[in-house]
């Protein structure tokens, strides 16, 4: 075999590995945007029509899929986290990081209910929920101004209510649409900092 043919062969199984994973990540997305909270490999497999030992070659185990899913998910998000928020004014930047946290968390929904079903069994979703936890406070912390930034009962309230949880709660337990459930939550936000 020459050294260009073993070259071509090479390249090939690269290709068609990062294929096959790229299949199954996309697969285990499907899955759980559908409503299956923990698909099995062997599923996971079957959506992605590849064989369950693919499914095995290409990840060791469910742990490391669930940690490339986190990553897909973060890449799928990261351009709305990372917008440049417009405003010299604390507060209409406050506004925009709520719409902006509604709209990801909208994204993101299925995959977050499911990790925090997950998360106790799984050490990179554990790991994953709590470092998004810990940006979307810093990210808070960004925008407020020192006075209400040193209140921390305030600090703490204004993280619950704009936390997954509570957007999870009115979107999915009181049935309230995404404009009603952003409505609330931007009204108990001012009702909050009607004094600051």
Avoid: C
């Avoid at 669930?66 to 709305?80: C, N, W």
């Avoid at 209140?151 to 009115?170: G, R």
């Avoid at 009181?174 to 409505?183: I, K, N, T």
């Amino acid at each position: 075999m020459s050294n260009e043919t073993a070259i071509d062969v090479t390249d090939g199984r690269r290709l068609r590995s990062r294929d096959s994973k790229r299949k199954i990540v996309t697969a285990m997305l499907e899955l759980v945007r559908e409503g299956r909270i923990a698909p099995t490999a062997e599923e996971v497999a079957q959506r992605a029509n590849v064989g369950l030992r693919t499914v095995f070659r290409r990840f060791k185990d469910m742990e490391s899929l669930y940690a490339e899913m986190s990553v897909a998910i973060s890449e799928k998000v990261a351009p709305i986290i990372d917008e440049a928020l417009s405003s010299d004014d604390w507060f209409s930047n406050l506004q925009q990081l709520v719409a902006r946290r509604a709209r990801v968390y909208e994204i993101v929904m299925p995959y977050r209910v499911a990790a925090d079903v997950l998360k106790f069994q799984s050490t990179t979703l554990l790991t994953h929920h709590r470092q998004i936890v810990s940006d979307e406070r810093k990210r808070l912390l960004s925008v407020l101004p020192q006075a209400v930034s040193e209140d921390q009962a305030l600090i703490e309230a204004l993280e619950a209510i704009l936390s997954f949880d509570m957007w999870n709660q009115l979107r999915n337990d009181q049935r309230l649409s995404v404009s009603e459930a952003s409505e609330v939550v931007k009204r108990i936000v001012t009702s909050l900092l009607v004094h600051k």
